[in-house]
Structures are given as structure tokens and as C-alpha cells.
T-cell receptor, first 110, second 115 residues
Framework: GDSVTQMEGPVTLSEEAFLTINCTYT??????LFWYVQYPGEGLQLLLK?????DKGSNKGFEATYRKETTSFHLEKGSVQVSDSAVYFC??????????FGAGTTVTVR | GAGVSQTPSNKVTEKGKYVELRCDPI?????LYWYRQSLGQGPEFLIY????????DSGLPNDRFFAVRPEGSVSTLKIQRTERGDSAVYLC?????????????FGPGTRLTVL
């Protein structure tokens, strides 16, 4: 079935470092792809999304590009801050409503 | 405006007991979803409502789990004869409608612990 595999954590970085979290997916069709973030003590919230191949989602300095040829949706940020410390989830939606999530990657910025 | 709310925030129960978890979606959102998140894992889909009807309940693990949304707003997830393996955070989300273009807004979750 449709699924997402994301880079295992935890990841620890210094402020202003470059962040990449890898995400690859398996899907029979053309799913929409998402990154969700969970800040400490808060609920899940949408960070960015892309609905078709070659689309780039961006928000709060984060970017991810929907790569159909490599079935990937890697999350990147050029210069992280302490406030970016959170758990990041890659997800796909094969059916326009159901979300399938990866296991999450914990990022700590010091 | 108010976001998705869930009550209780924490629920501790004994094995074999019945529990109800409540979700209040964002006003005007016709789509409502339940997910379950086990420790160290991402959320797993349980059920999706469009209006009052369960459009997809394929994620419910077995017949001990049931959910309702009688008036198309508040939803209740019901778990009968709870087992220790049911311990998890149960998340509710709502959106304007079905579509990947409609963002799902998540509540804070109910942490269920079955002793």
C-alpha cells in the first residue's frame, strides 16, 4: 500500500546550520505530499505541501520539492533557529482525504 | 477563531473498560478525521466523516472501535473492552471538505492509557 519512509532521528544541529530531512514515498497513483510539524507542547500543524510533480512547497524558510522520478519530498532549511526544534512528519494523501504519515524525525537546534 | 478541541486531554482506564473520546471540530468544517498515534510513530488513520456519515472506516483496528458524528459536528470515538495495546494518543482533525487542497487542522489529542 501507499507509505512514507523518512529519515530516522534524532537530529541535533547548531543554530544557522543547514537542515535536510529525507522523505521517500511509495504510491500507486499521484498523491499529494505534505510536511507536518509538531512543536513541543503543541498539536500537529501543516508546514508545507505539494500537490503534483515538480511543485515546490515553502513556508517559514523551509522548502520541499515533489520529485516523481526519485519518489522523494525532502525537507530543507538553509539556516535553522532554536525555534525550529520540533518533530517533523512527512505524509502523503493518496485519496484526497486520508493522510499516511512517516514515523517522524525529532530535530533539536542548540 | 477556535481550533479543534478534544476532551479529555488525558484518560486513564483499566483493561476491559469502555471509553469515549470527544472531538469538537472547527465550525463549518464538514470533514472530520480520527487518527491514532502510538509512541514514537506517526499518526495512523482510523476513520473519516463527511457530514454525519462515516465515508471511510477502513482504519478502525477491530469491532471494539466505533465512532459517531450524529449532527455533523461533534464526533465521539468509542472503544469497548479496552486493551493495553489501545494505549496511544488519539488525534482528531477537521477540514473544510474532502480534498488535499483543504488543510487538515489537528486537535491537541487525547492521551489514552489502559492499565
Amino acid at each position: 500500500g501507499d507509505s512514507v519512509t523518512q529519515m530516522e532521528g534524532p537530529v541535533t544541529l547548531s543554530e544557522e546550520a543547514f537542515l535536510t530531512i529525507n522523505c521517500t514515498y511509495t504510491a500507486t497513483g499521484y498523491p499529494s505530499l505534505f510536511w507536518y510539524v509538531q512543536y513541543p507542547g503543541e498539536g500537529l500543524q501543516l508546514l508545507l505541501k505539494a500537490t503534483k510533480a515538480d511543485d515546490k512547497g515553502s513556508n517559514k524558510g523551509f522548502e520541499a520539492t515533489y520529485r516523481k522520478e526519485t519518489t522523494s519530498f525532502h525537507l530543507e532549511k538553509g539556516s535553522v533557529q532554536v525555534s525550529d526544534s520540533a518533530v517533523y512528519f512527512c505524509a502523503l494523501s493518496p485519496s484526497d482525504y486520508k493522510l499516511s504519515f512517516g514515523a517522524g524525525t525529532t530535530v533539536t537546534v542548540r | 477563531g477556535a481550533g479543534v478541541s478534544q476532551t479529555p486531554s488525558n484518560k486513564v482506564t483499566e483493561k476491559g473498560k469502555y471509553v469515549e473520546l470527544r472531538c469538537d471540530p472547527i465550525s463549518g468544517h464538514t470533514a472530520l478525521y480520527w487518527y491514532r498515534q502510538s509512541l514514537g510513530q506517526g499518526p495512523e488513520f482510523l476513520i473519516y466523516f463527511q457530514g454525519t456519515g462515516a465515508a471511510d472506516d477502513s482504519g478502525l483496528p477491530n469491532d471494539r472501535f466505533f465512532a459517531v458524528r450524529p449532527e455533523g459536528s461533534v464526533s465521539t470515538l468509542k472503544i469497548q473492552r479496552t486493551e493495553r495495546g489501545d494505549s496511544a494518543v488519539y488525534l482528531c482533525a477537521s477540514s473544510l471538505g474532502r480534498s488535499s487542497y483543504n488543510e487538515q487542522f489537528f486537535g491537541p489529542g487525547t492521551r489514552l492509557t489502559v492499565l
